[in-house]
């Protein structure tokens, strides 16, 4: 668990925390546990790929992953689906599920990233997804299971996070989590756009 002080660091270092991220065991009890504490809606995204490379070595986790929003921070909860190495995977072998990481937006990543390892960061996960990059990194004095997460403050990322903080705060408390199946990797770019208006929607 981060400590309150490296907490207060990193946000002098990096800004604001704008996602919790928890890796779960079952995402969608979790789903439920977090909607009967007043958070929601939820997306649902499932077999989402994630080619990464993990501690210097190639991998493929494959995971499901919800979003919601408490107050203005995002809920982010990952359930990893097959056994590539991962950061996921590393806690899940731990057994210490829970509050997995904290999250920064990022306006130029590689950057930021520099500045982070030239600070004592250890990049422990660099994600390439469809032109984006995602980067876990991890400080010598946190757990070793807890990491800190670099997302790219795209427009379509800002938005996103944006209206979600705007429709949960009138979300009525009721319905489903909208699932959209990324099984097919082909279909990934055409899918999310649509599904999160429809979603910001609700």
């Given at each position: 668990?981060l ?8 946000q ?12 779960v065991n079952?995402?969608?009890s979790?789903i439920?546990?977090w ?7 939820w ?12 501690r ?10 919800a ?13 990893q689906?097959?056994d ?5 995977r ?10 997995h990481?904290?999250a ?6 590689h ?7 030239g ?6 996960c ?7 990059r ?13 990491y ?17 903080i ?16 990324l099984?097919?990797p ?17």
């Open positions: 668990m400590k309150a002080t490296e907490t207060t660091s990193q002098d270092a990096f800004g604001a925390v704008c996602q919790l991220g928890h890796v079952d995402i969608r979790e439920d546990a909607q009967s504490r007043g958070v929601g809606p997306l649902w995204m499932r077999h989402v790929r994630l080619p990464c490379t993990f210097g070595e190639a991998s493929v986790p494959v995971i499901d992953v979003l919601s929003y408490q107050g203005n921070m995002q809920i982010e909860l990952i359930q689906l097959n590539a190495p991962s950061p996921y590393s806690t899940i072998e731990a057994g210490s599920y829970g509050l990481h904290q920064f937006l990022c306006e130029n990543i950057s930021d990233v520099e500045r982070a390892e600070l004592g960061y250890e990049m422990v660099d994600i390439r997804m469809y032109g984006s995602y980067v876990y990194l991890q400080s010598p004095d946190a757990d070793k299971n807890t800190i997460e670099f997302l790219p403050a795209s427009l379509m990322m800002k938005g996103m996070i944006r209206r979600g705007a429709v949960s705060k009138t979300w009525s408390g009721e319905g489903r989590p909208m699932v959209v199946d099984a097919n082909a279909r990934l770019i055409g899918s999310i756009p649509g599904v999160i208006r429809a979603w910001l929607s609700r």
